[in-house]
């Protein structure tokens, strides 16, 4: 996008039509060789939830995560993301868990009622166990919008969620210690 200010055109890099949303120039994503992970990715919408699984694991694993402590479940879809990442926190020692799924928007009010119910949910259980509990959830008006955003021109919000992921797990262990 282009705004001209007073005689001066300035291109606006934030458009999100013109670069990769997954920029991580910004910040140091640390280390997580002593951590471990869930993830929990919804079934529904498949393509896209792979995509941002693929993306999720090999930022774990660029960062130092051993496959092993990787822990993966799926849920049927995306209203589903708060129960297993309740049921893995229960039931496993991980230090953090992160959320995949995608809702498209369709032609009723359902869409608003699952991404609220998610959103306030995955919010919900990391209060409930005080670990990170993190939002990897697409939320767009169209598949090619949530193609974009799932290893598209727009990056992979599955890699954010991790690095995301790996960045609370740290500060929770910063803050403990």
């Known amino acids: 996008m282009v705004t001209l200010l007073g ?3 300035y291109l606006n890099t934030m458009a999100t039509h013109l670069k990769s949303l997954s920029d991580f120039s910004h910040t140091v994503i640390p280390s997580g060789e002593d951590f ?3 993830i929990v990715t919804a079934q529904w919408n498949a393509e896209i939830t ?5 993306g999720a694991v090999q930022m774990l694993e660029k960062q130092g995560v051993k496959p092993e402590d990787i822990l993966e479940i799926t849920v049927p879809g995306s209203f589903e993301l708060t129960s297993g990442a309740d049921i893995l926190l229960a039931k496993k020692n991980v230090d953090a868990v992160i959320c995949l799924g995608c ?3 369709g032609e009723t009010p359902h869409f608003d009622f699952i991404c609220n119910a998610v959103a306030n949910g995955i919010s919900n259980v990391s209060i409930k166990y005080n670990k990170p509990v993190v ?3 697409l939320t767009t008006n169209t598949l090619e919008q949530a193609q974009a955003r799932a290893g598209g021109r727009h990056g992979n919000k599955g890699e954010e969620a ?7 797990a740290e500060l ?3 803050l403990t210690h």
Do not use: R
């Not at 991790?162 to 609370?168: D, E, K, P, S, V």
């Open 7 to 9: 005689n001066h055109l």
């Open 36 to 38: 471990k992970f869930g």
């Open 50 to 54: 792979g995509a941002l699984y693929n």
């Open 103 to 105: 809702v498209i928007q």
């Open 135 to 137: 939002f990897g959830v």
């Open 162 to 168: 991790a690095a995301t992921a790996l960045l609370m």
């Open 172 to 174: 929770q262990k910063n």
